[in-house]
């Protein structure tokens, strides 16, 4: 059970405080529920307790778990879907999955698909949802500045585009190169 003033992730809308531990009525029934806050989409939601797993709402990660979870921030993209409606369709499940694990997925790769093609208007909204599920979560875990933490998940979000770039160009490279050895061969003959 959460406690009044702890954090949570509510993977609808992102990290929410809880404000109340309350009975409510719900037909003949009194059902204990939290209320939550969630100030990035400035609403207040209430949850039953008994439906928080259903509703796939968890702890903000540990003061332990945010440094493993920025270096992962680092790593290099998966390769990238070409199909955007697979690859929306991927990234909005993985965003319902509530997990910072699929959130950091998302984030990194489109991020990284945004240096090479820039993303439709509705893939830029989910990389901006990732992005600030990540920024806000790791403020609280961390207990820093929104701003301090922005800066870090930027550079980090850099680092893992420059790793998948590097890929590509090492690509374009080895084909160049093996087309130009496959001419050069030809010339033998």
């Given at each position: 059970?959460y406690?009044?003033?702890?954090y949570?992730?509510?993977?609808?809308?992102g990290?929410?405080?809880v404000?109340e531990?309350?009975?409510?009525r719900?037909g003949?029934?009194?059902?204990?529920c939290?209320?939550?806050?969630?100030?990035?989409?400035n609403?207040t939601v209430?949850?039953p307790?008994?439906?928080?797993?259903d509703?796939?709402?968890?702890?903000i990660?540990?003061l332990?778990?945010?440094?493993?979870?920025?270096e992962l921030?680092q790593?290099k993209s998966e390769?990238?879907?070409?199909?955007w409606?697979?690859?929306?369709?991927?990234?909005e499940?993985k965003?319902?999955?509530?997990?910072?694990?699929?959130?950091?997925?998302?984030?990194?790769?489109?991020?990284?698909?945004?240096?090479?093609?820039e993303l439709?208007a509705?893939?830029?909204?989910?990389y901006e949802?990732?992005y600030l599920?990540?920024v806000h979560e790791?403020?609280?875990a961390l207990s820093k500045?929104?701003?301090?933490i922005e800066?870090?998940?930027?550079?980090?979000?850099?680092?893992?585009?420059?790793k998948?770039?590097?890929?590509?160009?090492d690509k374009?490279?080895?084909s160049?190169?093996?087309?130009?050895?496959?001419?050069?061969?030809?010339?033998?003959f």
């Amino acid at each position: 059970m959460y406690k009044q003033n702890s954090y949570v992730v509510y993977p609808m809308y992102g990290i929410c405080k809880v404000i109340e531990i309350s009975e409510s009525r719900v037909g003949d029934h009194s059902v204990e529920c939290y209320t939550l806050y969630c100030e990035s989409e400035n609403i207040t939601v209430k949850v039953p307790v008994s439906r928080v797993e259903d509703y796939k709402i968890r702890e903000i990660i540990s003061l332990s778990d945010a440094d493993s979870f920025l270096e992962l921030l680092q790593c290099k993209s998966e390769d990238i879907e070409n199909n955007w409606k697979v690859r929306s369709q991927i990234n909005e499940e993985k965003l319902k999955s509530g997990e910072i694990r699929d959130t950091i997925e998302v984030a990194r790769t489109l991020f990284t698909r945004n240096q090479l093609k820039e993303l439709s208007a509705s893939e830029k909204r989910l990389y901006e949802k990732a992005y600030l599920f990540i920024v806000h979560e790791l403020s609280i875990a961390l207990s820093k500045e929104l701003d301090e933490i922005e800066d870090i998940v930027s550079n980090a979000l850099e680092k893992s585009a420059k790793k998948f770039r590097g890929k590509s160009i090492d690509k374009k490279t080895t084909s160049s190169k093996t087309k130009k050895d496959d001419d050069d061969d030809d010339d033998d003959f």
